[in-house]
């Protein structure tokens, strides 16, 4: 899998942090980062390893979770190209810190990492970039905390819709083409987002398409009923 100087450059750019930064300031870290290619099933880091640095993806697909005492999975999150993960433990002064879970790519995929010390060392040198990379943190610990009122106050069928509508935000509730979601990640691993199990899951999609408002084909679901879908959600 090859990455060319263009990749890294336009991720950087649309990257909520990296992309507000003056370009001034970005060309510096890309020089900063490291590419590097994993296959599918490669584990990034796990829990409790010493912290290194941080990663952006550029290509592929990679799932953070916890594991429980009895080994089921806890999908924290799902990162896609374009999206980085890790940030959060750059910024704690303890000794020895560590990272809070595991990261395993779910395809081949081709990453920039940011070595901890470098980054820092850049982070002294423009202190207002800090402000951005807290800004996205913060948006991260909305997500984090949406994810588990979802978990907590919905049933699997609600999650499931809640899930679908937002791959769609744009989209109007009686839209002229009805919207595709494709799932490009193992129906496993979104199960385990929306803190279910795949048989669950299965049970849930059936239930959403005897409803008529999804239409279920291979890989793609059709929202056939968007309209339905966020009533679900809000009704949850």
């Given at each position: 899998?090859?990455v060319?100087?263009?990749?890294?450059t336009?991720?950087?750019?649309?990257?909520?942090?990296?992309?507000?930064?003056?370009?001034?300031e970005?060309?510096?870290?890309?020089?900063?980062?490291q590419?590097?290619?994993?296959?599918s099933?490669?584990?990034?880091?796990?829990c409790?390893?010493?912290?290194?640095?941080?990663?952006?993806l550029?290509?592929g697909?990679?799932?953070?979770?916890?594991?429980?005492?009895e080994?089921r999975?806890l999908?924290?999150?799902?990162?896609r190209?374009?999206?980085?993960?890790?940030?959060?433990p750059?910024?704690?002064t303890?000794e020895?810190d560590?990272?809070?879970?595991?990261?395993?790519?779910l395809?081949?995929?081709?990453l920039?990492?940011?070595?901890?010390?470098?980054?820092?060392?850049?982070?002294?040198?423009?202190?207002?970039?800090?402000?951005?990379?807290?800004?996205?943190?913060?948006?991260?610990?909305?997500?984090?905390?949406?994810?588990?009122?979802?978990?907590?106050?919905?049933?699997?069928?609600?999650?499931?819709?809640?899930?679908?509508?937002?791959?769609?935000?744009?989209?109007?509730?009686?839209p002229?083409?009805?919207?595709?979601v494709?799932?490009?990640?193992?129906?496993?691993?979104?199960?385990a987002?929306?803190?279910?199990?795949?048989?669950?899951?299965?049970?849930?999609?059936?239930?959403?398409?005897?409803?008529?408002?999804?239409?279920?084909?291979d890989?793609?679901?059709v929202?056939?009923?968007?309209?339905?879908?966020?009533?679900?959600?809000?009704?949850g």
């Amino acid at each position: 899998m090859d990455v060319s100087p263009a990749d890294i450059t336009d991720a950087m750019r649309k990257h909520p942090f990296f992309g507000g930064l003056p370009a001034e300031e970005r060309e510096p870290l890309i020089d900063l980062g490291q590419t590097c290619t994993a296959p599918s099933g490669t584990l990034l880091f796990q829990c409790g390893d010493a912290y290194r640095g941080f990663y952006l993806l550029i290509e592929g697909g990679v799932h953070i979770y916890r594991l429980s005492p009895e080994g089921r999975m806890l999908v924290l999150h799902v990162i896609r190209p374009g999206e980085s993960f890790a940030e959060v433990p750059l910024f704690e002064t303890d000794e020895g810190d560590t990272y809070p879970a595991t990261a395993e790519t779910l395809t081949d995929s081709a990453l920039l990492f940011f070595p901890a010390a470098p980054f820092l060392s850049f982070i002294e040198a423009h202190p207002r970039s800090a402000l951005h990379m807290l800004g996205q943190m913060a948006g991260r610990l909305r997500s984090a905390v949406r994810q588990l009122d979802a978990v907590s106050l919905q049933d699997v069928k609600e999650r499931l819709a809640r899930y679908l509508v937002e791959q769609v935000p744009t989209v109007p509730d009686n839209p002229t083409t009805v919207p595709t979601v494709e799932l490009d990640i193992p129906k496993s691993v979104l199960a385990a987002e929306l803190g279910t199990v795949p048989e669950t899951l299965s049970r849930a999609l059936r239930t959403l398409q005897d409803k008529d408002l999804i239409r279920t084909e291979d890989a793609d679901i059709v929202l056939t009923d968007v309209r339905g879908l966020r009533h679900l959600v809000d009704s949850g």
